[in-house]
């Protein structure tokens, strides 16, 4: 299910195709100069957008492709729910928070899910 504002889901579309087509460039498109990104993991509430790619954009490589289940956004933000399959491996689902600034993405938080085992 997506609603929102088209132009707000089709940024969030762009962000997971760039990780399914390895694009970073892609991504640089759709994030804030200031981004920042959040994971329940120590070390990642807000980190800027150096310390992002450096931690997340390596792992995408065991990443087959992404399945957006929900996507709900207004023009300040949006709630997505994923599902992520891997190459070797059971895959995993989602949740996460998206902030909007200046028509880009300012933020990020993840919510870990389970294991698709």
Known sequence: ???GPS???AMIRRYYQAYD???RPAIEEVLHPGFTFTAPTP???KIDRVAYFEKCWPPHERIKSFTLIDVCADNDG???RYRAA???GPGFANVER???KDHLISHVE???GRGLG
């Open 7 to 9: 132009d707000r889901l």
């Open 86 to 88: 891997e190459f070797a």
């Open 78 to 80: 949006a709630l997505v």
């Open 98 to 100: 998206f902030e909007f």
């Open 43 to 45: 070390g990642d509430d």
């Open 110 to 112: 993840v919510y870990f």
């Open 21 to 23: 087509n390895d694009d």
């Open 1 to 3: 299910m997506e609603s």
